[in-house]
């Protein structure tokens, strides 16, 4: 193996190792526009992220990860979600006629101030609103009850 044959072996790697980095430039464009669009609608984040990728080859994408939008457009709107789903779940969440404190859905009474919230079936057990005269479960009637009425 001559100089000649050595120098063209070490053109052909640089071209392949150059080809190789300018692919892997030209995808990490790519992936960065991708990834920012996902993250942010404002058209200038957009460019200017693109711009960081373009212009600092290969380095550009270690900034851009650091200072990228932490959540995507679809985790924010998830988290929006949830936490409306969230209060949601608080509002609906039934209070004590007598002192507002929140109960539970199936308790017949306020732990706090004895008043009557639910009753219970006369003949299956089911948890029933208080005004019912019949029980939606088992259909035997019921005596009608208020609030105040003692404990039985
Ligand atoms: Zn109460
Ligand atoms: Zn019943």
Redesign the pocket.
Known sequence: MDAKQLSNISVIAISILAAFLVALWIGIVFWVLRDIRSRSRDPFVVILAGLVALVLPIFGVVIYRILRPTQTIEEKYLSALEEETLIQEIERRPKCPGCGREVQADWILCPACHTKIMKK?V????VLELPWML?P????PQQKTSPSDTIR
């Open positions: 079936c003949k299956c057990g089911n029980c479960y088992c259909g035997s």
